[in-house]
């Protein structure tokens, strides 16, 4: 059956962009080249950067492949949380979570070969790709990086959680996510809350047909859950893929980084080191 799909994703993240999303890439937009090597800037959320034709024809050809082959992933507010406390105010919330998730680790899973069916594990895995994320986050990153789709139905959200891992040496100093939101008709709205100054007071649209986010993480942040329009809930989904982006380890070989365009001098991974907030993985 996936055989007879077509591939309406591009084989390239570039040939979706629109000449603004191009000149991003290419290093050309000034204020967005390296941004996030600022470290008061955890992300950056574009729009107009991807054409809205193609995101609308990627996004529904991915619905059609993808809807009936993911699985669940669901961490509800522990049991216990209430009960088992024994001081006022000492709540402890862990990162709570319901959404569904397309299984891409697996080339036999079902979602692999939809994926695959639509062009989508191509592109996710397109030199471009990690190339956008490279060029706004001014960091040279890892060529091998994760790719995993979610989809987000009515209800379905992330708790707050801030995505650090300091048991992975490659991770703890910080890394880069990439997320492309293709969302239905059908939803109302999904933001993203994340923290400014200590509290979690910003946020932005997140359900959009077509807008990019790239990340430094970790930072504090959470999904609020996805609002269908009033009689859409079937249809109302928000399907994100996502690129995870390790930084190069200084002194990698050039045929295993992706040096971000435009970045002054093109920096080799050894050099990224004087940037940043701190360092990124791998430094010492
Ligand atoms: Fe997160």
Redesign the pocket.
């Known amino acids: 059956m996936f055989r007879r799909m077509k591939k309406t994703f591009p084989a390239e993240f570039a040939d979706l962009l629109t000449p603004k999303g191009r000149r991003i890439l290419e290093g050309r937009d000034r204020e967005l080249t390296g941004a996030l090597l600022d470290p008061e800037r955890r992300f950056v959320a574009l729009q107009g950067v991807i054409d809205p034709r193609k995101a609308v024809a990627c996004r529904d050809a991915l619905d059609a492949a993808l809807r009936d082959t993911l699985v669940s992933m669901e961490d509800p507010i522990p049991h216990d949380s209430i009960s088992g406390m024994t001081m006022n105010y000492m709540e402890l919330l862990p990162k709570t979570v319901r959404v569904r998730t397309a299984l891409l680790e697996s080339r036999r899973s079902r979602s692999y070969r939809a994926a695959e069916a639509v062009g989508l594990t191509d592109m996710m895995r397109s030199d471009s790709f990690a190339a956008f994320a490279a060029v706004v986050s001014g960091r040279t990153l890892r060529r091998k990086w994760g790719i995993q789709v979610l989809c987000y139905g009515p209800g379905d959200y992330?708790g707050p959680?801030n995505?650090h891992h300091p048991e992975e040496p490659e991770a703890r100093d910080g890394y880069v996510?990439m997320h492309v939101s293709l969302t239905m008709p059908g939803v109302e709205h999904q933001y993203l809350v994340y923290a400014k100054d200590g509290h979690l007071s910003e946020l932005t649209k997140v359900s959009t047909v077509g807008g990019v986010t790239v990340y430094r993480?970790p930072f504090w942040?959470y999904t609020t859950p996805v609002v269908a329009r009033r009689g859409a809930e079937a249809s109302a989904r928000r399907w994100v893929l996502l690129g995870t982006f390790l930084d190069a380890a200084p002194g990698a070989r050039a045929s295993s980084t992706i040096v971000p365009a435009g970045a002054p001098g093109a920096r080799p991974p050894a050099r990224v080191a004087t940037f940043g907030s701190g360092g990124g993985a791998g430094r010492r």
């Open positions: 992330t959680h995505d996510d993480l942040h």
